[in-house]
């Protein structure tokens, strides 16, 4: 009987593990390869960073693991109009690319040293066939989710406002004024308002606290989240 209890014990004490640690797509394990998204669509993304060792383009980690080890994809004047690097460390290696019939980004020279067969699952995810590994710059359902329901108001003028709809859909209030539209989240840095892009503004802890408008380098205009 004790025995009984104790492999009973065990066994839910594995389930209880694997609930915690699987599922969900921070996992990938529900999930299958699939060229969803052209290459040429992928927005490449915007850090401001200056320092940053992937310019102003988003970094993709292997498994959604933060570390050294990441990619990034360029503007190139390849066959694709891209370029694909990975780092580790300080060591960067790049990779001419061009665009499959089936939407597969590949290496554009046979002879290059590092192998990529890459598609993209949705905005946020990507699988390199030849590495066998699932590549993420973010989770692309939480940062829709920061959004949804939420209205930010423009500094300095109360009259000026985004609030962001459940169906995907915006109200722009324009100095009493409104307006509406799309938007969407294409990258892990901005979201797309109808044809403008507004970075998404965290503070120290990582909260969203606002949305900031660029031109030449600048901040013109900033949103601040309304609670």
Known sequence: MKKNLILFLMVLLVLAVATGCGGGKDSFADLTP???IMPKDI???MIRDNESTSGTSDKWYPNGEEGDVFIFFVQAMSESGISYHIMNGDIDKTVWCKVTNENHLVNEKDDDEVKIDIVFYDPFTAYDYVSETWY????????????KGKTFVKEGDSESSFTFNEDGTYKELWKGIERSGEWKIENATQVTIGRSEYDLAYDEKGNLIGLDSYWGGEVTEKYIISE
């Open 136 to 147: 993420s710059r973010g989770d692309y359902d939480a940062t829709v989710a920061l959004l």
């Open 43 to 45: 927005n490449r993304g």
């Open 34 to 36: 699939s060229a969803n």
